[in-house]
Each structure stands twice: as structure tokens, then as C-alpha cells.
């Protein structure tokens, strides 16, 4: 079954065991906002006690139609059944009351309550708040035994690691008698490990007849824990699988809308001499917690160096000494032979003049000023460069110019140089912060987060580009929470947790679970 | 602002902001009708009273240049994402410029020379009223809108004492400085039409009107043209990016407030040189509040502020013409048609989009400029 389109697709679902009956059905959904058309007569058939993912690029309107089931936006066309009844999902307690729970890519928990208030919020269980908080309690500790939904009640939420946090989120959906349960990119925050416990629970909610519904850009994860998988690109679904039949090359290609190579050729170079070196380097954030301790290691030339970690265990703020957005407060770092001491003059701007760029992990906060045009953000960060500019002025010329060549040789779309940079889509956008570093012609690139939030056609031509430039000699520092990514480009790897080295590596003998295990903090190598 | 791609420009940036004024002028109708008076006539009345008598045109934009220098600073510190109430304080403090310079050099120095120095000493005054702001700001954290305000009062304060105190003219009862001598002055229109062999009804517009056309097209070069003004609106726009690039964030805003603080001193120019020839109490008239809504309605680009400050240069004019009028229309009534022109074109700015949007579709299809 190659790319079969809608009608073929609900002939692959019914072709399962005839037995099960369908949980969700949606038919003909199609939504439009303003001229962009979300979803268009889509159709997904999800059956009772199965996992079923979905899979799509961003922007493939995944998130929009999980918003229609959960009765957060409106349909303009098109049916919901649940349990084969017509159903109005109108609002999201509608959803609630009809069995629907959500758990978001960004939690939604109050980060002072304990897990318990939290748990209970929205079903408090009776007017005063003591007597609920022992119903809720009784039935909380109930579910999380038979659902293996470990977490400690008494706790506060901001006290707790990600993956607890998720885990009452969870709960939260289950206390309020959810059957069926979406969850947006559940996997984006967490540990391997942490990966593997939560696959755990979901078997188990599966087993206990709960639907899953899960939103994911990771076709492994898609591979190693759906039934049924369903492909979305440019609001439609292109085609559904039954998961043991098909492969991450054929999910991957119904995604894009042709091949794609998931590999990546790494060029055989030889490392030349350190260009970057970090010693002792320690940090203090703004409210008093030591983000960094004693960050030491080397970058050469021609090398790529992974830091891998969860989120949060320091690399942001390692990226943003190094490229001097923060103030270097004990240690030293030497770039290119000078060294910077703690205190001194170091800011973004010396960065660039020291031959460093930086491809920052936020690129709507930092990468691009998003209203800006195309041209504008084409030399951000360049703009005093005498290239563009003759005294106080800016050359107008002569930046069109440089981004006509920028958009064509990065193949950033659509390849205009007036449109603003925040309509452009994830993929472009980071393209073109990418291609604005390259052509600084930089010998040290801090690159966070390359890929995130940015589709697959565009992951493949940012690793190309990388590959390109590490051949020329550039050394390139790779931040990344994908390990994947991490594992696939670097050629050596220091992993980091709470703020500190916990161990390097080769690349070429790293496997996946000891990295894990090291970024959990749990072995120390 | 948003920055809707649903229709296209010409409706967002011309049809609907004329919407705008037209439901503030029937919503102004309907209260000029519960008053009793006629609102067509009452509308008749302002237009005739803005634009058709002798000199109301001269008015009108004698208003305007004041209306130009005071939401061309409003904006230029928007550009940055600070919000400078202080436009008053700063044009108030700009006049200290211009008579301080005025008194101390009208009997020694020629009076070209003289006038040139005082509109020098307007920017440079009004800086100074914006710098510390702005420094506060960029150095301690305290919040513009808040200083500045303050600021306003401290200069109404500070004016009071120097004129009652200091330089007001020795034997005389009223708040204010004696005469500047007579060559010192930027010319009124009418007097060089005079020269020009023109005949010209008399008003006080002035060579400011010149000078704020001038400022205008200097302010479009500088925010848009410049690499200063590259970095006012990265910074503007954010102000992560901003320290991403590179930019002194504090340095930034610390120049952004003294160029708007000197923008609005310039409205002491236009009073003190080009109509009173002396400094005196109150001059700024609220000026430098109306400059918010100005650049408001204008969208911070001097083309819209231009076309913003004749609205309201019409509105002063015309209106003090309807206090003539109408015994039961006082200039409360004007401020009120004001308020709503301001509700309605600012913060009630995209209220019609959505409609717009819906009519668009259904009657062309869907527009796409991307």
C-alpha cells in the first residue's frame, strides 16, 4: 500500500480484526483559518483500545484537528463520532464530560500546587476542599496502582521532574473518567528512560481498554508502541498504516511527499588544533542556582562536538557564555588563541568579530526578529559589517543582494527577500538563521537545537549544510535534546546534567541507553 | 500590530481607518443631537472653521506642527517599545531651551544666530528631559511610563518657580519672560508671502511648519535607513533578538529617549519663536498628550502622523470655531469628539477587520500576498 489517499486509507483500518469497534471516528473534517485550510475532509477511524499515532511535519495540521476532538476549535464541516454516536464536541469540558482527556506539549499544571491539587483541579470532588482532597485521594491512589502511574502526592509541581509532571497530567485526564487520551509530542521533554516508562503506561492504559492518541514527529517511537498509524501533510491524511506493516522510510516519505535519506554522510577529516577551549567554567543564574559547575572541554578544528542532556541541565546557558550573551563569571574560555577571563568585555558582538556564530536554540526569540523582512534578518547581528552598510547607513542594495544569494544557496521558501520572516515556516526560518551564520565564514559555530520544530525535508538539507561547513574546518559545538541528532553528527560527545559533565564519549561506541543513563544523572562515567 | 494578510493593504491602511473616523464622528453626532443642536450643522461649522475662513488654514496647520513634533517622539520611542508619556514635560523643559538662549544672548548676538542657537537649545533641553528617563530605565529597571509622567509634573513645577522667580520680566504681574528682541523669531507664513508679493490672511503658522516637514522626512531616514535605526526596531521588536545581535540594549534606549525628548522639545519653537516671542506659563497646551494618540492613529511613520496631526490640527481649530457657534457646544464637547476619534482609530483599531475580512472573502475570494 503506497501512499494511498483518504478512501484507500479507511480500507487498511477496516481491514483489521473486525471485532473492534472504532472509539473516535472523525468524517470529513475540514477547517479553515481565513485562507489557510487547516484540515481538509479528513478522516481517521481510531478503534477502541488501541494506540494510534499520527504523524506529520509542521504545519500538517495534526494539532488542529486533536484541537476540533477536543472541542477547542469548531470544525466548518464534518462529523464526530464517539463510540459511533454523532457527538457536538463544542467546548473543552464538553470533551471532558464525554471522555476525552489532553495532555499537552507544554503542560498545564500550576507549578506551586502540589501534585494532588493539581491532579484534582477542575473535579475537586465536593464543595469543601478537605473532603475532596480525600475522595480525589482514595480514587488518584487507585488509578495510579492499576495504571503504574507512579508520583509522589504530597510533592510540589515545580519541585518535580518532567516526566512526573506528565504523569499527573496524566492522572489529572484519568480522574476526570477520560477513555480516550490524546497526547501532543509527549516525548520531547523526557529522558530515554523516562521514554520507556511512559510507553509502559500507555500499554497498560491500553490493556485496561483506554484509546490512545499520540501526536509525534519521532517515527521510532511511532514504530515502537502504535497499532495504527495515520500520515497527515498539508491537512489531509495521506494514508494510514497498521503500524507492523510499514516502515519509518515509508512514514517518513508520505510525510514529505517523496524520498528522504535519514542517514547522514559524515566526512572523514582529520580534527586539526583546539580552536575552542572552556576551563572551570562555573555560572550563577540571575536568582542565585549554579546552572554550570566546573564546565570543562576543548573544540578543534573540523570537529563536531555533541552536548548531549534533557533540557534545562545547563547547555542554554553554556551557549549563551560562549557566544556572549551572558557575562563569563568564573573560568576562562580561549577562542581562536585569545582568552576571555570572568568580567571581562565579552558580548555577542565580539563573539562575531572572534569568528563565532551562533545558531541560537530559540529562533523566534533570538534568531530572528520575527516582523522583521527577510533582508532585515539577514544580517542581524551583521549589520555593522561594512558589506552592507556605508557609515550610518545601511546599504539597501547591496543586502538585497546578499539575501537574493542567501534565500537561493540555502534554498530557504519561498525565496523572497520582502516577506517577514515570521511567516515563513519553521524549517525555512532556520534555514535562514543557519545560512546568515554560515556565510559569516566563521572558524567556531555554537549550533542549539538545529532541528526543532522543523520539518523533515528541511532536517536532512540542515544536516547537509553542517556536514559542508565541518569539512571546510569549522569546529562546530552541537547542542541538542535529540540524541538521535546528537549521536548521528557529532564525533564526540559530552553529555551533561545538572549543570555539570557527567561523561564523554566517541561517538563511533555510544549507544543510546548509556547516554540515557547518564543524562538521567544515574551513572557517572 | 498585526499584520493581516487576509486583505489587502490598500483596505487595511486606507478604507478602514476612514471607517474608523466616520463611526467616531456619528458616534460624536449622536451626542452633539442629545444636546440638541443640529450635528450636521455642527460638522459644517468645524470643516468651515478648520479649512474655508481667512487664516484657518494657517491655524490648522499652525496646530499640526505641534501635533508632528510630539507623535514623532511618541513613535520613535515605540519603534524601541518605550512608551514616553513625557512628550509634555520634555516640549515644556525644550522652552526653558529656547528662552533661556533667548535672554541670554537677543542683546549681544544677531538675531539669525540667536534663533538658530534657541532651536538647538529646544533639542538640546528636551534631550536632557528624555535622557533621564531613558537612563533610569536602561540602568535601574524603573519603569518609563512611570517616570515620565513624573517627569511632566516636575517640569510644570520647575516652570512655575522659574517663571514666577527667575525670569519672569521685573515689574510685571503675569508668569512670564519679557519680549525677545526683534530680530530673534522664525518668520510667519503670511509675513514671507508678503514679501513673496502674496496675499495671505494672517495666522501664526510659522517656518516650524517647515521645520516639522523636514524633522518628518529625517525621522522616515532614520528609523529605516540607518543602521542606529536598524537597531531601534530590532530592539524594539525584541529585545532578545536584539542582545543576540549584538546590540547595547541600554546605550539604545538611553539615545532612542534623548532623540524623542528633543523631538518634542521642538514644539517651543513653533510656540515660543514662532508666536509668542517670549516664554511664558503652559505653553505646551497638552500637546505632548495628544502626541500618543497621534502617533497612534499615525502608526508610527511619519506619513501616518502627518496625515494624524492635520486631523487633530483641524479638530483644535474647528473646534474652538464650534465653541464660537454654538452657545451650548463648549470646548469639553471638542475634547469628547477627540476621545471618541482616539477610541475609535486606537484601541478600537481592528475592530472592523474581522468584518472587512468576512465581506472581502465573500465578494472576491480569498487574497493572498504572501
Same mark, same amino acid.
Given at each position: 500500500?503506497?501512499?494511498?489517499?483518504?478512501?484507500?486509507?479507511?480500507?487498511?483500518?477496516?481491514?483489521?480484526?473486525?471485532?473492534?469497534?472504532?472509539?473516535?471516528?472523525?468524517?470529513?473534517?475540514?477547517?479553515?483559518?481565513?485562507?489557510?485550510?487547516?484540515?481538509?475532509?479528513?478522516?481517521?477511524?481510531?478503534?477502541?483500545?488501541?494506540?494510534?499515532?499520527?504523524?506529520?511535519?509542521?504545519?500538517?495540521?495534526?494539532?488542529?484537528?486533536?484541537?476540533?476532538?477536543?472541542?477547542?476549535?469548531?470544525?466548518?464541516?464534518?462529523?464526530?463520532?464517539?463510540?459511533?454516536?454523532?457527538?457536538?464536541?463544542?467546548?473543552?469540558? /464538553?470533551?471532558?464530560?464525554?471522555?476525552?482527556?489532553?495532555?499537552?506539549?507544554?503542560?498545564?499544571?500550576?507549578?506551586?500546587?502540589?501534585?494532588?491539587?493539581?491532579?484534582?483541579?477542575?473535579?475537586?470532588?465536593?464543595?469543601?476542599?478537605?473532603?475532596?482532597?480525600?475522595?480525589?485521594?482514595?480514587?488518584?491512589?487507585?488509578?495510579?496502582?492499576?495504571?503504574?502511574?507512579?508520583?509522589?502526592?504530597?510533592?510540589?509541581?515545580?519541585?518535580?521532574? &518532567?516526566?512526573?509532571?506528565? $504523569?499527573?497530567?496524566?492522572?489529572?485526564?484519568?480522574?476526570?473518567?477520560?477513555?480516550?487520551?490524546?497526547?501532543?509530542?509527549?516525548?520531547?521533554?523526557?529522558?530515554?528512560?523516562?521514554?520507556?516508562?511512559?510507553?509502559?503506561?500507555?500499554?497498560?492504559?491500553?490493556?485496561?481498554?483506554?484509546?490512545?492518541?499520540?501526536?509525534?514527529?519521532?517515527? /521510532?517511537?511511532?514504530?515502537?508502541?502504535?497499532?495504527? &498509524?495515520?500520515?497527515?501533510?498539508?491537512?489531509?491524511?495521506?494514508?494510514?498504516?497498521?503500524?507492523?506493516?510499514?516502515?519509518?522510510?515509508?512514514?517518513?516519505?508520505?510525510?514529505?511527499?517523496?524520498?528522504?535519506?535519514?542517514?547522514?554522510?559524515?566526512?572523514?577529516?582529520?580534527?586539526?588544533?583546539?580552536?575552542?577551549?572552556?576551563?572551570?567554567?562555573?555560572?550563577?543564574?540571575?536568582?542565585?542556582?549554579?546552572?554550570?559547575?566546573?564546565?570543562?572541554?576543548?573544540?578543534?578544528?573540523?570537529?563536531?562536538?555533541?552536548?548531549?542532556?534533557?533540557?534545562?541541565?545547563?547547555?542554554?546557558?553554556?551557549?549563551?557564555?560562549?557566544?556572549?550573551?551572558?557575562?563569563?563569571?568564573?573560568?576562562?574560555?580561549?577562542?581562536?588563541?585569545?582568552?576571555?577571563?570572568?568580567?571581562?568585555?565579552?558580548?555577542?558582538?565580539?563573539?562575531?568579530?572572534?569568528?563565532?556564530?551562533?545558531?541560537?536554540?530559540?529562533?523566534?526569540?533570538?534568531?530572528? &526578529?520575527?516582523?522583521?523582512?527577510?533582508?532585515?534578518?539577514?544580517?542581524?547581528?551583521?549589520? $555593522?559589517?561594512?558589506?552592507?552598510?556605508?557609515?550610518?547607513?545601511?546599504?539597501? $542594495?547591496?543586502?538585497?543582494?546578499?539575501?537574493?544569494?542567501?534565500?537561493?544557496?540555502?534554498?530557504?521558501?519561498?525565496?523572497?527577500?520582502?516577506?517577514?520572516?515570521?511567516?515563513?515556516?519553521?524549517?525555512?526560518?532556520?534555514?535562514?538563521?543557519?545560512?546568515?551564520?554560515?556565510?559569516?565564514?566563521?572558524?567556531?559555530?555554537?549550533?542549539?537545537?538545529?532541528? $526543532?520544530?522543523?520539518?523533515?525535508?528541511?532536517?536532512?538539507?540542515?544536516?547537509?549544510?553542517?556536514?559542508?561547513?565541518?569539512?571546510?574546518?569549522?569546529?562546530?559545538?552541537?547542542?541538542?535534546?535529540?540524541?538521535?541528532?546528537?549521536?548521528?553528527?557529532?564525533?564526540?560527545?559530552?553529555?551533561?546534567?545538572?549543570?555539570?559533565?557527567?561523561?564523554?564519549?566517541?561517538?563511533?561506541?555510544?549507544?543510546?541507553?548509556?547516554?540515557?543513563?547518564?543524562?538521567?544523572?544515574?551513572?557517572?562515567? | 500590530?498585526?499584520?493581516?494578510?487576509?486583505?489587502?493593504?490598500?483596505?487595511?491602511?486606507?478604507?478602514?481607518?476612514?471607517?474608523?473616523?466616520?463611526?467616531?464622528?456619528?458616534?460624536?453626532?449622536?451626542?452633539?443631537?442629545?444636546?440638541?443642536?443640529?450635528?450636521?450643522?455642527?460638522?459644517?461649522?468645524?470643516?468651515?472653521?478648520? @479649512?474655508?475662513?481667512?487664516?484657518?488654514?494657517?491655524?490648522?496647520?499652525?496646530?499640526?506642527?505641534?501635533?508632528?513634533?510630539?507623535?514623532?517622539?511618541?513613535?520613535?520611542?515605540?519603534?524601541?517599545?518605550?512608551?514616553?508619556?513625557?512628550?509634555?514635560?520634555?516640549?515644556?523643559?525644550?522652552?526653558?531651551?529656547?528662552?533661556?538662549?533667548?535672554?541670554?544672548?537677543?542683546?549681544?548676538?544677531?538675531?539669525?544666530?540667536?534663533t538658530i542657537l534657541a532651536i538647538l537649545g529646544s533639542v538640546i533641553f528636551g534631550a536632557i528631559w528624555g535622557i533621564i528617563p531613558g537612563y533610569l530605565q536602561a540602568k535601574r529597571g524603573s519603569h518609563i511610563v512611570i517616570t515620565t509622567i513624573m517627569f511632566n509634573f516636575i517640569a510644570a513645577a520647575l516652570m512655575v518657580y522659574l517663571l514666577v522667580n527667575v525670569i519672569i520680566e521685573p515689574g510685571q504681574m503675569s508668569p512670564e519672560t519679557r519680549d525677545f528682541a526683534s530680530g530673534v523669531g522664525l518668520v510667519q507664513i503670511h509675513i514671507l508671502a508678503k514679501y513673496l508679493g502674496l496675499e495671505m490672511?494672517?495666522?501664526?503658522?510659522?517656518?516650524?511648519?517647515?521645520?516639522?516637514?523636514?524633522?518628518?522626512?529625517?525621522?522616515?531616514?532614520?528609523?529605516?535607513?540607518?543602521?542606529?535605526?536598524?537597531?531601534?526596531?530590532?530592539?524594539? +521588536?525584541?529585545?532578545?533578538?536584539?542582545?543576540?545581535?549584538?546590540?547595547?540594549?541600554?546605550?539604545?534606549?538611553?539615545?532612542?529617549?534623548?532623540?524623542?525628548?528633543?523631538?518634542?522639545?521642538?514644539?517651543?519653537?513653533?510656540?515660543?519663536?514662532?508666536?509668542?516671542?517670549?516664554?511664558?506659563?503652559?505653553?505646551?497646551?497638552?500637546?505632548?498628550?495628544?502626541?500618543?494618540?497621534?502617533?497612534?492613529?499615525?502608526?508610527? +511613520?511619519?506619513?501616518?502622523? @502627518?496625515?494624524?496631526?492635520?486631523?487633530?490640527?483641524?479638530?483644535?481649530?474647528?473646534?474652538?470655531?464650534?465653541?464660537?457657534?454654538?452657545?451650548?457646544?463648549?470646548?469639553?464637547?471638542?475634547?469628547?469628539?477627540?476621545?471618541?476619534?482616539?477610541?475609535?482609530?486606537?484601541?478600537?483599531?481592528?475592530?472592523?477587520?474581522?468584518?472587512?475580512?468576512?465581506?472581502?472573502?465573500?465578494?472576491?475570494?480569498?487574497?493572498?500576498?504572501?
Open positions: 500500500m503506497k501512499n494511498s489517499e483518504n478512501k484507500g486509507g479507511n480500507e487498511a483500518i477496516a481491514s483489521l480484526p473486525p471485532s473492534t469497534e472504532s472509539a473516535i471516528e472523525l468524517k470529513n473534517i475540514t477547517k479553515r483559518f481565513g485562507h489557510v485550510i487547516a484540515n481538509s475532509d479528513v478522516n481517521l477511524k481510531v478503534s477502541t483500545g488501541t494506540i494510534h499515532g499520527i504523524v506529520g511535519e509542521n504545519g500538517a495540521g495534526k494539532s488542529t484537528l486533536m484541537n476540533i476532538l477536543f472541542g477547542l476549535y469548531k470544525p466548518d464541516s464534518g462529523m464526530i463520532f464517539l463510540n459511533g454516536q454523532a457527538v457536538d464536541v463544542n467546548s473543552p469540558e /464538553k470533551s471532558i464530560a464525554l471522555g476525552i482527556g489532553m495532555v499537552h506539549q507544554h503542560f498545564m499544571l500550576v507549578p506551586t500546587f502540589t501534585v494532588l491539587e493539581n491532579a484534582m483541579l477542575g473535579n475537586e470532588g465536593s464543595m469543601l476542599l478537605r473532603s475532596g482532597e480525600e475522595v480525589v485521594l482514595d480514587r488518584l491512589k487507585d488509578l495510579s496502582n492499576n495504571y503504574g502511574l507512579d508520583v509522589d502526592f504530597e510533592a510540589i509541581i515545580s519541585d518535580t521532574p &518532567v516526566g512526573m509532571q506528565q $504523569r499527573v497530567e496524566i492522572l489529572k485526564a484519568l480522574n476526570r473518567g477520560a477513555k480516550i487520551l490524546i497526547l501532543d509530542e509527549p516525548t520531547g521533554v523526557l529522558t530515554p528512560q523516562e521514554t520507556i516508562g511512559l510507553f509502559d503506561i500507555l500499554r497498560s492504559l491500553r490493556e485496561q481498554g483506554v484509546t490512545i492518541i499520540l501526536i509525534t514527529h519521532k517515527l /521510532k517511537e511511532i514504530m515502537s508502541i502504535t497499532d495504527t &498509524v495515520s500520515v497527515m501533510r498539508g491537512g489531509k491524511v495521506v494514508a494510514d498504516f497498521s503500524t507492523e506493516k510499514t516502515s519509518p522510510e515509508e512514514l517518513a516519505e508520505n510525510m514529505v511527499g517523496r524520498k528522504v535519506l535519514l542517514s547522514i554522510k559524515k566526512p572523514t577529516l582529520k580534527v586539526g588544533k583546539p580552536v575552542l577551549e572552556v576551563k572551570n567554567v562555573s555560572h550563577e543564574s540571575k536568582d542565585g542556582v549554579l546552572v554550570l559547575k566546573n564546565i570543562s572541554f576543548d573544540l578543534k578544528e573540523g570537529e563536531i562536538l555533541g552536548i548531549a542532556g534533557v533540557a534545562g541541565n545547563g547547555q542554554s546557558e553554556l551557549l549563551d557564555i560562549l557566544s556572549g550573551i551572558e557575562t563569563l563569571q568564573r573560568g576562562q574560555i580561549t577562542v581562536n588563541d585569545k582568552t576571555i577571563l570572568p568580567f571581562q568585555d565579552w558580548n555577542s558582538k565580539k563573539a562575531r568579530e572572534f569568528g563565532v556564530a551562533h545558531v541560537p536554540e530559540d529562533r523566534h526569540k533570538r534568531g530572528l &526578529v520575527l516582523p522583521f523582512h527577510n533582508y532585515e534578518n539577514s544580517i542581524l547581528g551583521y549589520h $555593522r559589517n561594512e558589506d552592507y552598510s556605508s557609515g550610518f547607513l545601511m546599504d539597501k $542594495r547591496k543586502i538585497l543582494n546578499f539575501v537574493d544569494d542567501l534565500v537561493e544557496n540555502f534554498d530557504v521558501r519561498p525565496r523572497s527577500s520582502s516577506i517577514s520572516s515570521g511567516k515563513l515556516s519553521g524549517g525555512n526560518q532556520q534555514k535562514l538563521v543557519l545560512a546568515r551564520e554560515i556565510e559569516s565564514n566563521p572558524n567556531i559555530l555554537l549550533v542549539g537545537q538545529p532541528t $526543532r520544530g522543523v520539518d523533515i525535508g528541511a532536517i536532512e538539507r540542515i544536516y547537509e549544510d553542517l556536514m559542508k561547513l565541518k569539512s571546510k574546518g569549522t569546529a562546530i559545538l552541537l547542542v541538542s535534546v535529540e540524541l538521535d541528532e546528537i549521536m548521528s553528527l557529532s564525533d564526540r560527545i559530552v553529555v551533561m546534567n545538572q549543570g555539570t559533565i557527567v561523561g564523554e564519549t566517541n561517538s563511533s561506541n555510544a549507544t543510546e541507553l548509556d547516554l540515557g543513563k547518564m543524562m538521567s544523572g544515574l551513572e557517572q562515567v | 500590530m498585526s499584520d493581516s494578510n487576509i486583505i489587502p493593504k490598500w483596505l487595511s491602511v486606507g478604507v478602514i481607518p476612514l471607517m474608523n473616523l466616520f463611526l467616531a464622528f456619528c458616534v460624536s453626532g449622536l451626542f452633539i443631537f442629545f444636546i440638541g443642536e443640529n450635528p450636521f450643522r455642527a460638522i459644517f461649522v468645524m470643516i468651515k472653521g478648520a @479649512f474655508y475662513y481667512p487664516g484657518a488654514i494657517g491655524y490648522t496647520l499652525y496646530y499640526t506642527t505641534n501635533f508632528i513634533f510630539t507623535g514623532l517622539a511618541v513613535a520613535l520611542a515605540f519603534h524601541a517599545r518605550l512608551f514616553n508619556i513625557g512628550g509634555e514635560g520634555q516640549a515644556y523643559v525644550g522652552g526653558l531651551g529656547v528662552g533661556l538662549v533667548c535672554l541670554i544672548f537677543d542683546q549681544h548676538v544677531v538675531g539669525f544666530l540667536v490672511a494672517m495666522s501664526p503658522l510659522n517656518l516650524s511648519f517647515i521645520v516639522a516637514l523636514i524633522v518628518s522626512v529625517g525621522f522616515w531616514f532614520l528609523v529605516w535607513r540607518t543602521k542606529f535605526g536598524y537597531e531601534v526596531r530590532s530592539l524594539g +521588536h525584541s529585545e532578545t533578538a536584539a542582545i543576540y545581535a549584538g546590540i547595547k540594549v541600554s546605550s539604545t534606549i538611553i539615545i532612542v529617549m534623548a532623540i524623542s525628548g528633543g523631538l518634542a522639545g521642538l514644539v517651543a519653537i513653533n510656540e515660543l519663536l514662532g508666536v509668542h516671542n517670549k516664554l511664558l506659563l503652559g505653553f505646551t497646551a497638552g500637546y505632548g498628550f495628544t502626541g500618543i494618540a497621534v502617533a497612534l492613529m499615525g502608526r508610527n +511613520h511619519p506619513v501616518g502622523i @502627518f496625515l494624524a496631526s492635520l486631523l487633530f490640527g483641524a479638530l483644535y481649530q474647528g473646534g474652538t470655531e464650534l465653541d464660537f457657534e454654538f452657545s451650548s457646544i463648549t470646548r469639553e464637547m471638542v475634547l469628547l469628539i477627540q476621545g471618541l476619534i482616539i477610541l475609535f482609530s486606537g484601541a478600537l483599531a481592528y475592530m472592523l477587520n474581522p468584518l472587512m475580512e468576512r465581506i472581502y472573502i465573500k465578494y472576491y475570494g480569498n487574497y493572498n500576498n504572501a
